[in-house]
Nanobody, 118 residues
C-alpha cells in the first residue's frame, strides 16, 4: 500500500477554480496509475478520472470532462486535479488513489474537503 496525502481543498465561489494536489511522502508515485474520486454528502464515492503513470493518457467522466483536468509531475511526485468553473454540485470530499497492481485502486488518501458556495 501507498500512503497518499491530498491538499488544496477549501471554500470557493461558483465559477472559481481550484487545484488539488496528491503526493506520497517518501514513496514515488511515478509507476502507478493514479485516480481521483469524490464523495458528495449523502452519496457514494464516485470516480472522476485517472492518469497513466507517464502522464500521457488521462480519462475523465463526461460530467466533468470540460471543466476538470488531471495532470502529474513525476519529478515532483505530484498528481493534480484542476477544477474550473466550479459549481455547488462539485461540493464533496475529494480523494486520490493509486493502482499499485493489486487490482484496481487500493491505496487511498484521507481526502480533502471542497465546498462550492456563494
Amino acid at each position: 500500500q501507498v500512503h497518499l496525502v491530498e491538499s488544496g481543498g477549501g471554500l470557493v465561489q461558483p465559477g472559481e477554480s481550484l487545484q488539488l494536489s496528491c503526493t506520497s511522502p517518501g514513496r514515488s508515485l511515478s509507476g502507478y496509475l493514479m485516480g481521483w474520486f469524490r464523495q458528495a454528502p449523502g452519496k457514494e464515492r464516485m470516480y472522476i478520472g485517472s492518469i497513466s503513470s507517464d502522464g500521457d493518457t488521462t480519462h475523465r467522466i463526461e460530467a466533468v470532462r470540460d471543466r476538470f483536468t488531471i495532470s502529474r509531475d513525476n519529478a515532483k511526485n505530484m498528481v493534480y486535479l484542476l477544477m474550473n468553473n466550479m459549481k455547488p454540485e462539485d461540493t464533496a470530499i475529494y480523494s486520490c488513489a493509486a493502482d499499485v497492481g493489486n487490482g484496481g485502486f487500493t491505496s487511498w488518501g484521507q481526502g480533502t474537503q471542497v465546498t462550492v458556495s456563494s
